[in-house]
C-alpha cells in the first residue's frame, strides 16, 4: 500500500512541476535566439496592436518568483530583500563551461553598474558536484568580486524552472521580469538586459 502511496505522490509532483513549468514558459515565451535575449511576457500581448480607444495597449506585468538563498557567511538573502534595485539574476556553477565563459563580462558590468544594480551571481550548490567550498575556490581563484549566493535548497533553481544552465534573467526596480537569456550571454548582451531594465 505504500509503495503506491509513493508513486501516486510522485506522479503529483511531476504533475505539478509540468504545470508550473508551462505557466512560466507561457510568461516567457518571447522571440529568444540561444544565446541572445527575449522580453519576458506572454508574446501573444506584445503582438496586439491598439485598444479600442487607439492607444497602446499596456504590457502585461510578470512579478519575478521570489527565492531565499544563502549569502557567503551563510545568511538568508531573498530576492525581493533587493525590490528598488534592478537585479540581474544569474544561474550558474563552477563546472559549467558556457558558465565561466560570460563571467569575466558579468565581471566587468558589476565593477561599471554594481552601484545601481543588484548582481544576484546564484550557484546552484547540490552538495555533490557543486559544493559552497569548490565554487567560492572557483570565485576566488578567478578574482571574481561580485556576490555569489548559494542555492543549497534548489529553491530558486525551482522557482525558474531551471533545468540547464546559465540562465540569466533581468528584473526591474518594482520585481517584474522583463528579460532572459539561456545559454551563455555575450558582455553586450548583458548591457542590452541592463537597459531595458533602468528603462522601465
Same mark, same amino acid.
Given at each position: 500500500m505504500r509503495?503506491?502511496?509513493?508513486?501516486?505522490? $510522485?506522479?503529483?509532483?511531476?504533475?505539478?512541476?509540468?504545470? =508550473?513549468?508551462? @505557466?512560466?514558459?507561457?510568461?516567457? *515565451?518571447?522571440?529568444?535566439?540561444?544565446?541572445?535575449?527575449a522580453?519576458?511576457?506572454?508574446?501573444?500581448?506584445?503582438?496586439?496592436?491598439?485598444?479600442?480607444?487607439?492607444?497602446?495597449?499596456?504590457?502585461?506585468?510578470?512579478?519575478?518568483?521570489?527565492?531565499?538563498?544563502?549569502?557567503?557567511? $551563510?545568511?538568508?538573502?531573498?530576492?525581493?530583500?533587493?525590490? =528598488?534595485?534592478? @537585479?540581474?539574476?544569474?544561474?550558474? *556553477?563552477?563546472?559549467?563551461?558556457?558558465?565561466k565563459s560570460e563571467m569575466p563580462g558579468f565581471q566587468n558590468l558589476y565593477d561599471a553598474y554594481g552601484e545601481d544594480v543588484a548582481f544576484v551571481m546564484v550557484n546552484l550548490t547540490d552538495g555533490g558536484r557543486e559544493t559552497t567550498e569548490s565554487a567560492m575556490a572557483f570565485v576566488e581563484k578567478q578574482g571574481y568580486t561580485f556576490p555569489v549566493y548559494f542555492d543549497v535548497d534548489q529553491e530558486a533553481a525551482a522557482a525558474y524552472y531551471v533545468t540547464s544552465i546559465p540562465a540569466t534573467y533581468f528584473i526591474d526596480s518594482e520585481g517584474n521580469l522583463v528579460a532572459y537569456g539561456l545559454g551563455a550571454l555575450q558582455e553586450e548582451d548583458v548591457k542590452t538586459g541592463l537597459e531595458m531594465i533602468f528603462t522601465d
Open positions: 509503495k503506491y502511496g509513493k508513486v501516486i505522490a $510522485g506522479v503529483l509532483l511531476l504533475g505539478l512541476l509540468l504545470v =508550473g513549468s508551462g @505557466v512560466l514558459y507561457q510568461y516567457l *515565451a518571447g522571440e529568444y535566439k540561444a544565446g541572445g535575449l522580453e519576458a511576457g506572454p508574446k501573444e500581448e506584445k503582438d496586439k496592436q491598439t485598444d479600442a480607444a487607439g492607444g497602446a495597449q499596456e504590457e502585461e506585468i510578470v512579478p519575478a518568483p521570489d527565492f531565499t538563498v544563502e549569502n557567503a557567511d $551563510g545568511e538568508q538573502v531573498k530576492l525581493s530583500d533587493f525590490t =528598488g534595485r534592478p @537585479v540581474v539574476l544569474n544561474f550558474w *556553477a563552477s563546472w559549467c563551461g558556457p558558465c
